[in-house]
């Protein structure tokens, strides 16, 4: 069964901080690149940050510095801690292979207001 389930999403203030997480079924998970995207309100879903099967690491230059991401494939399950939040951070946020699949989860939203 093809499963993405982002959680951890929610309101914060500008300069904070906040950790989604993203279970994946294996299928999707084992040996292969995963990625944060996000999609904020009336714009096109883009590329935050993508992490390899050998945890390389790649980012976006909106997150060089504040986010980082990672892994846990005992888990099946990727992360990305988010630091020095932004308003512009506001968006839904969600994970898929990279490059993604035609599949994707519901996503998590954060919102960045104070």
């Known amino acids: 069964q093809v499963q993405l389930v982002e959680s951890g999403g929610g309101l914060v203030q500008p300069g904070g901080s906040l950790r989604v997480s993203c279970v994946a079924s294996?299928?999707?998970?084992?040996?292969?690149?995963m990625a944060w995207y996000r999609q904020a309100p009336g714009k096109q879903r883009e590329l935050v940050a993508l992490?390899?099967?050998?945890?390389?690491?790649n980012y976006e230059d909106h997150a060089k510095g504040r986010f980082t991401i990672s892994r846990d494939n005992a888990k099946n399950t990727v992360y990305l801690q988010m630091n020095s939040l932004k308003p512009e951070d506001t968006a839904v946020y969600y994970c898929?292979?990279?490059?993604?699949?035609?599949?994707w989860g519901k996503g998590t939203l954060v919102t960045v207001s104070s």
């Open positions: 294996g299928s999707i998970f084992r040996d292969n690149a």
């Open positions: 898929n292979r990279g490059p993604p699949m035609d599949y």
């Open positions: 992490i390899t099967s050998r945890n390389s690491t």
